[in-house]
């Protein structure tokens, strides 16, 4: 069965910065592209970012470019976002998830998620 | 960026109503539409993509098609397990943007 978890959420002040990691298991985590995906407190969904399975290349959202950094760990099964210079408008649930290919491309669609971190801007 | 506009986007209904929530997106996207269910404090879950191919797992009820730019979810005899809020996904081009989210609440 595949499971994605993620971890690294908090509280963090504006300005701050925040590691969120994503450990995958059940896959070949290599064979797939990985995004994250944010929703805002009663908002709906933001893609946030994406990297391909073999990690050449990555994608980001205007609201988080320059701020933010995907990264991944084939080793380790592990995703990660690196955000730095957050804002409150950065406050969200913030997923991983998993296309159903991608090892040289990502697609955008999402077939499994994780349960989601919580990353709480504020001072 | 692709701008993708759900509607309704609240719908009261009852167990065994059939519902239909439509998609439209401000640019052609051909078939490159998924749609996702989310239930409270939940994460989203795939239901439907090319617009209308069902994922694995994923009841027969549910249904999606396309006519043109726009696309529609169609629940037939909607069980208590439905109500949830649903978002249609554009695939067709970076950024992957999301609808704003239709919710089904019971009635």
């Known amino acids: 069965e595949v499971q994605l978890l993620e971890s690294g959420g908090g509280l963090v002040l504006p300005g701050g910065s925040l590691r969120l990691s994503c450990a995958a298991s059940g896959i070949t985590f290599s064979s797939y592209a990985m995004s994250w995906v944010r929703q805002a407190p009663g908002k709906g969904l933001e893609w946030v970012s994406a990297i391909t399975g073999n990690e050449a290349d990555t994608y980001y959202a205007d609201s988080v470019k320059g701020r933010f950094t995907i990264s991944r760990d084939n080793y380790k099964n592990t995703l990660y976002l690196e955000m730095n210079n957050l804002r409150a408008e950065d406050t969200a649930i913030y997923y991983c998830a998993k296309e159903p290919g991608g090892y040289y491309e990502v697609s955008g669609l999402l077939d499994v998620w994780g349960k989601g971190t919580t990353v709480t801007v504020s001072s | ?107």
């Open chain 2, 1 to 107: 960026d692709i701008q993708l506009t759900q509607s309704p986007s609240f719908v009261s209904a009852s167990v065994g109503d059939s519902v239909t929530i439509t998609c439209r997106a401000s640019q052609a996207i051909s078939s490159y539409l998924a749609w996702y269910q989310q239930k409270p404090g939940k994460a989203p879950k795939l239901l439907i993509y090319g617009a209308s191919t069902l994922q694995s797992g994923v009841p027969s009820r549910f249904s999606g098609s396309r006519s043109g730019a726009e696309f529609t979810l169609t629940i037939s005899s909607l069980q208590p397990e439905d109500f949830a809020t649903y978002y249609c996904q554009q695939l067709i081009s970076y950024p992957w943007t999301f609808g704003q989210g239709a919710r089904v609440e019971i009635k």
